[in-house]
């Protein structure tokens, strides 16, 4: 399996992700050939050599020929006016539905920042020039790599504040925030920011997995050279390589997980329905419980958390302030998940979900929908049992 592995260390940016895929091996000529497709008007494309605390690396620059600057204007282009710009232009239709997926993430974030339908909104920063260029030039790259699987570590965010068109934010910026949810991020590296809207849009779309490491061969290297000259490198580092051959299927998903434990004998057992209501609400993947044996033969009860490693700190929390523990056992663990997809079957009495598992793309196992078996036994008088019945006999 070919794999792209970002080491977003150093966070990232749409032109730091093109200048390192090109780096990696993508043809300039390819690139600059297809972006000319695009009707966006003079500008002219600058891609060199560069070096950032001693590491070399390519740098991808736009230069907006109007005004012979650094492309940083606030294009009045709004998400229809681009979308209608990619849909006409000449370059093939996955590069297209590639760009579109990066350009709605960006949008929907704005949107919900400023409380607009998401075809309302203007873009301040996504209607630039240059953000055209790095993201439907990042589409064009990975189109050009036909890699099987992307895969990125936590993403680096910087710290310090930054100047927005609406005022000054903390670090990370309010759109970067909105498009990081539910990502693996750092943070504190340096002050200043490291991962730009467009960067993490880039990743949010096309990143199947964050891990930390990945064990794979890296065959090849790039590295895009970024604005700034910080005490770590501003570079992004890409890696492009061959996953080992026992982890060729990818209708099995492995994630790097965090599991957090605690024993309890002195709390009513009211209690626990409340805190994993509130674990669950916070993004935990399973929350369990478990019958034990404590010393002095005291029964107890093992309290299971499982969830990202960036969410431990929210699950603690709570551990903490709704349960009577004093301590907790926090380990790393690895979650493998089987390809799923959701279908819906029509039955005699109505409609209800199946949750299917494939293996090596074939179903091997379904699982009925229990709320949908519920709600159907409650509206036609009947019992769960004769929903499943039903189903199982005619499956």
């Given amino acids: 399996m070919k794999i792209l592995y970002y080491d977003c260390f150093a966070g990232i940016s749409g032109d730091m992700n093109l200048g390192a895929l090109i780096d990696l091996g993508v043809d300039q000529k390819y690139l600059l050939a297809e972006l000319k497709k695009l009707n966006i008007g003079q500008v002219t494309i600058k891609i060199r050599k560069d070096q950032r605390k001693g590491i070399t690396g390519t740098k991808f620059e736009v230069i907006d020929d109007s005004t012979k600057t650094k492309s940083k204007a606030h294009h009045d282009r709004s998400f229809k006016d681009i979308i209608h710009l990619i849909k006409n232009s000449r370059i093939n239709e996955q590069v297209k539905e590639n ?121 090849k290297i790039g590295y895009g050279i970024g604005e700034r000259d910080t005490d770590i490198p501003n570079v992004l580092r890409v890696s492009l390589g061959e996953m080992a051959e026992d982890l060729l ?57 499982l969830c990202y490693a960036g969410q431990k700190g929210e699950m603690c929390e709570i551990l903490w302030r709704q349960t009577t523990t004093f301590g907790l056992r926090i380990s790393k663990v690895a979650k493998k998940m089987l390809a799923r997809e959701v279908t819906k079957r029509k039955t005699k009495y109505g409609k209800v979900s199946i949750k299917n598992g494939y293996l090596h793309g074939k179903i091997i196992k379904s699982k009925l929908e229990y709320e949908d078996c519920r709600r159907l036994a409650k509206e036609k008088g009947v019992t769960i049992k004769e929903i499943y019945d039903n189903i199982l006999f005619h499956f």
């Avoid at 589409?139 to 005022?167: E, M, N, R, T």
């Avoid at 498009?179 to 200043?192: C, D, Q, R, S, Y």
């Avoid at 434990?261 to 805190?275: H, L, Q, S, W």
């Fill in 99 to 219: 760009s579109i997926k990066i350009f709605t993430i960006l949008a929907k974030a704005e949107a919900k920042i400023h409380g607009r339908k998401i075809n309302d909104v203007h873009f301040h920063e996504i209607g630039a020039i240059d953000s055209i260029v790095d993201i439907v030039g990042a589409a064009l790259c990975l189109d050009y790599l036909k890699v099987d699987k992307i895969i990125s570590s936590p993403v680096q965010v910087g710290g310090g504040f930054v100047k927005c068109a609406h005022g000054i934010f903390p670090v990370p910026a309010p759109a970067t925030a909105e498009i990081l949810k539910g990502i693996p991020t750092k943070a504190g590296a340096v002050p200043v920011e490291t991962a730009t809207p467009t960067g993490a849009a880039i990743l949010a779309a096309t990143v199947s997995e964050f891990i930390e490491h990945i064990d794979f061969t890296a065959l």
């Fill in 249 to 305: 299927d990818d209708t099995v998903e492995e994630q790097k997980a965090c599991l957090i434990e605690c024993n309890i004998d002195d709390m009513n057992p009211e209690m626990y329905e409340a805190v994993m209501d509130d674990l669950f609400a916070k993004g935990a993947h399973d929350v369990f419980l478990t019958p034990i044996i404590m010393k002095k033969s005291r029964p107890a009860t093992k309290l299971s958390v």
